[in-house]
């Protein structure tokens, strides 16, 4: 099932509360919250109020990408937080933390997700894939909004799917970067299902409709 997760990093923050509605509005399902540590990445973004706040504002599916150096430190925060889905990067992580991380979420109920950046391989990620729900390919390099989509990362894409059909695992493939009406058409066609949409959702001229945009993704 192909789901629109509206990324907050774009949106007018002096008016979350009506952001959110906004998301609503469109008929999308997930709420994307970037958290940055200006480590990982080079900029800070959102922290446990930001995610505790949104959680109080709505019952959508809180999408948590967690851009940071030893995410394993924050997984409790995140869950009391209310996070949905728990999204870290292989490229912080050892194997053995990363499978502790992976039982964690689990073990809360809550669904995990490894993202990788556009330079790191699917094979980083292919080790993974039965034990997790979600794998996240970033289309941009992490750390700011607003990037060109890069073509280049679609092979990964249709890796890591081709990969989870062979072995039976219903997976979900989100992307992240970049995603707008024309490049939403060819992730879809790669093989993800998740699209994260942030300036294109929040400074679109015209109201998104997530029905809409997804069918392009067909």
Known sequence: MKHLSPSILASDLLNLGN???????????????????????PNISFGMPI???????????????????EPQRYIDDFIKCGADIITFHIEAVNDTIAKEIIEKIKTNGKKVGISIKPKTPASAVLPYVEMIDMVLVMTVEPGFGGQKFMNETMPKITEIREYADKIG????????????????????????????????????????????ILAKAE
């Open 19 to 41: 952001e959110i509605k906004k998301i609503e509005a469109s008929g999308a399902q997930y709420v994307h919250i970037d958290i940055m540590d200006g480590c990982f990445v």
């Open 51 to 69: 995610i505790s706040a949104v959680r109080r504002t709505t019952e959508l599916v809180l999408d948590v990408h967690a851009m940071i150096v």
């Open 169 to 212: 695992k219903k997976l979900d493939i989100e992307v992240d970067g970049g995603i707008n009406d024309t490049t939403i058409a060819i992730a879809g066609k790669a093989g993800a299902n998740i699209f994260v949409l942030g300036t294109g959702f929040f400074k679109s001229e015209a109201p998104v409709v997530a029905e809409e």
